[in-house]
């Protein structure tokens, strides 16, 4: 089974600030990799993906994430933070099967919450 | 368009009550699911139907009842919940099982 581990529960910068959230995945076969977005009163928002090809992918408001396989990661970064990026990141990975479909369960990691002050 | 709607966006019940939950999308996606989402948890599959066929029950008990009445339709059939049932009930659809997960806003349940 796999499983998700997001490094830091609070992240808490100042507008302009760089941020580096890290996430890291258990799981022995090919996953396709998420980050989705949370923010305040809102659904979750797909941020990025990863399936396959250049592992460095970027996504929605300047977010970008690099999936380092050796090191089952995928950390997601974004230069310069706004306040607007005030939200919950979420992981999640997709496990695939031998065949390169999915069984569609889709494990996320606890979250990060990051506050981004003016 | 990666619209998916849900409905009621809330609820309270009673622990007799029997209510249901709707999700529909209208993009073709051919996967849908059911999420629990605990306050400051992230959320929890429950069940996974693949062209309108429960294909992952994640040991819910039985007092949730999925219902999947064509591809755009999602039910979630709620009978004699306890209070520790309370939570967001978040509905996703993809175009297949390995593809992006699309979210509704989700319905907040509160039970009595």
């Known amino acids: 089974a796999q499983s998700v581990s997001q490094h830091n529960h609070h992240v808490i910068l100042s507008e302009a600030a760089s941020l580096e959230l890290g996430c890291n995945y258990s799981?022995?076969?090919?996953?396709?990799l998420f980050w989705y977005v949370q923010y305040p009163g809102q659904h979750l928002q797909l941020l990025l993906k990863y399936f396959s090809g250049d592992p460095l992918v970027k996504g929605i408001k300047g977010f970008e994430a690099e999936f380092i396989k050796s090191k089952f990661s995928f950390n997601l970064r974004k230069p310069s933070v706004q306040w607007s990026d005030t939200a919950e990141y979420f992981c999640a990975v997709n496990a695939r099967t031998a065949g390169g479909t999915s069984y569609g369960k889709l494990t996320f990691g606890q979250g990060t919450i990051l506050t981004v002050h003016p | 368009d990666t619209e998916v709607t849900q409905t009621p966006k809330h609820l309270v019940m009673g622990m007799t009550n029997k209510k249901s939950l709707k999700c529909e999308q209208h993009m073709g996606h051919r996967a849908m699911y059911w999420y629990k989402q605990k306050a400051k948890k992230p959320p929890e599959l429950m069940f996974v139907y693949s062209y309108e066929k429960l294909s992952i029950n994640e040991s819910v008990p039985s007092r949730f009842s999925p219902e999947c009445p064509n591809s755009s339709l999602l039910n979630l059939h709620l009978h004699a919940l306890q209070p520790e049932d309370s939570a967001l009930y978040l509905c996703?659809?993809?175009?297949?099982?390995?593809?992006?997960?699309?979210f509704g806003p989700g319905t907040r349940l509160l039970v009595l």
């Open positions: 996703a659809s993809s175009l297949t099982l390995a593809e992006t997960q699309y």
């Open positions: 799981y022995g076969g090919t996953v396709n």
